[in-house]
């Protein structure tokens, strides 16, 4: 591994203890690594002791795992009407935020959220208010990064343009970044196939948020359509996004050097290793 390269990783299961997952990483050969915040869904962030916190930050000292990520559940949803769900996102968001910062993780990704018929303007003002609260009642450390989404039914996220109106009006715009699904971005309708068409996708991100903003990459490959807005992920170069636009996407100089997660679990030395494949395509 070079220096000017991608830092790839899987999404890694906690259990056991919260250092379980840096053993795992490591085994998988991660230089970065995703965890959830707490049980995906169930309310609530489990506590995790200063014995713990400590373990897992000595732990991925000695590692060589650059970059960690926390997850949030995925009851969140900061659009939601309803008023106690978008209050328990809220605490959901600040809560692991907080825990981000125990443990030394560098950001906090969460989908942002469905306003279930209300239209967009509500839930767009919705999760303003709700982010800009999360960033003033958690830690100044760990970043806030939004995910797109495959934009199915009512959620919000399955556009550049609803992210640059979230970006527009935060207060603390130093602590809020963007996750790049490519599986998401190809189901909600952006055709990242080729070359010229990853490169309209990120001119047009670049355009409505910033790519500097781009913080985070979750490379997944899709076994939906383009605009299919299935959330469906698949093996890297077995779906349809194609093994040539992923040897594109990890040489593209605005996005090398970022951590990469691919989030099909690889928990066996037999399975497929998305790892070694994204690889193998770094020139
Ligand atoms: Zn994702
Ligand atoms: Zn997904």
Redesign the pocket.
């Known amino acids: 591994m070079g220096f000017d390269t991608m830092y790839f990783g899987y999404h890694v299961s906690t259990e056991g203890s919260p250092v379980s997952a840096i053993k795992r990483g490591v085994e998988a050969g991660c230089d970065s690594i995703q965890i959830f915040s707490g049980s995906p869904r169930r309310w609530g962030t489990p506590e995790i002791s200063g014995e713990e916190a400590l373990a897992f930050r000595k732990s991925r000292a000695e590692s060589g795992i650059r970059f960690v990520a926390l997850?949030s559940i995925y009851l969140v949803n900061l659009a939601s009407p309803e008023d106690s769900i978008y209050k328990r996102s809220m605490s959901s968001i600040i809560s692991a935020l907080d825990k981000a910062d125990e443990l030394d993780a560098f950001a906090v990704?969460t989908h942002i959220g469905n306003h279930k018929g209300r239209g967009e303007e509500f839930g767009l003002e919705r999760i303003t208010a709700g982010i800009n609260t999360c960033l003033e009642k958690s830690s100044e450390k760990s970043l806030l990064l939004l995910?797109t989404t495959a934009g199915a039914g009512t959620s919000i996220g399955g556009s550049f343009e609803q992210f640059g109106k979230i970006f527009e009006s935060t207060n603390r715009p130093e602590r809020l970044g963007f996750?790049l699904?490519t599986?998401?971005i190809f189901a909600a309708g952006y055709d990242i196939r080729t070359p010229s068409g990853i490169d309209a996708t990120l001119s047009d991100l670049d355009g409505f948020i910033g790519l500097e903003r781009l913080k985070l990459l979750?490379i997944?490959d899709a076994k939906s359509d383009l605009g299919s807005h299935a959330d469906r992920h698949e093996h890297i170069g077995e779906g349809n996004i194609s093994l040539e636009a992923f040897r594109y996407i990890v040489n593209h100089p605005a996005l090398r050097e970022l951590p990469a997660?691919a989030?099909l679990p690889y928990e066996n030395a037999g399975d497929f290793d998305d790892l070694a494949v994204l690889r193998s395509l770094e020139e």
């Open positions: 997850h990704v995910e996750c699904d599986c998401h979750h997944n997660i989030e």
